[in-house]
């Protein structure tokens, strides 16, 4: 018995539809990301970054089940602060969704958004919204899997981002400056 070719064969097993010509399938609006560039970056995470190379990171931890008005107020606070909103998982499982989601919600904002479910053990986050600066060593875990206390700094609770540096400037002194400096971004874009 003679060996059928691959296209003879997925003609036989799809009926007669054949498999689509990649060059028909139409291109993305948005380039997509490079993925290597992204494995690499995550391949990081765990591992202090290089002495100097930054200061702290401002995050807000935060979920699509929050009210959107706090949502939109927090992405716009976050646009001026230069703070990153961090997820903890995907709408319905759904990339896709996620996406059309986030894009709804920064519209025409300059503020990044990420999903990482690791941060919010890093951070011991059980609730959002919560801010959190941290400094590049917060990505050296402990064993549990989250981070020193002394690497970080953060306000729980359903309060204003501006709120949030206005209370680490009061109460914590060793992380006051990095406060302020932040806030500060935000003051400036109010007035």
Not at 37 to 43: G, N
Not at 100 to 127: C, T, W, Y
Not at 165 to 173: A, D, K, Q
């Amino acid at each position: 018995m003679g060996r059928i070719s691959e296209p003879a064969l997925l003609k036989q097993r799809y009926g007669g539809a054949g498999i689509p010509s990649i060059e028909s399938v139409p291109k993305p609006a948005v380039p997509a990301p490079d993925i290597a560039e992204l494995a690499q970056k995550y391949k990081a995470l765990g591992r202090p970054l290089a002495p100097g190379k930054h200061g702290p990171d401002l995050l807000v931890m935060v979920s699509l089940s929050m009210p959107r008005d706090a949502l939109v107020h927090l992405a716009d606070q976050a646009d001026r602060a230069g703070a990153v909103l961090v997820f903890r998982g995907l709408k319905g499982d759904s990339m896709r969704k996620m996406g059309e989601e986030i894009k709804a919600l920064v519209g025409d904002r300059n503020v990044s958004a990420v999903v990482h479910p690791p941060a919010f053990q890093q951070f011991s986050v059980k609730r959002v919204p919560v801010v959190v600066i941290a400094r590049p060593d917060a990505g050296s875990v402990l064993d549990s899997g989250c981070s020193r206390a002394d690497t970080f700094v953060k306000v729980s609770g359903d309060v204003s981002l501006d709120y949030a540096l206005e209370y680490i400037e009061r109460t914590s002194p060793a992380w006051a400056d990095v406060a302020r400096s932040f806030r500060s971004k935000i003051i400036r874009g109010i007035n």
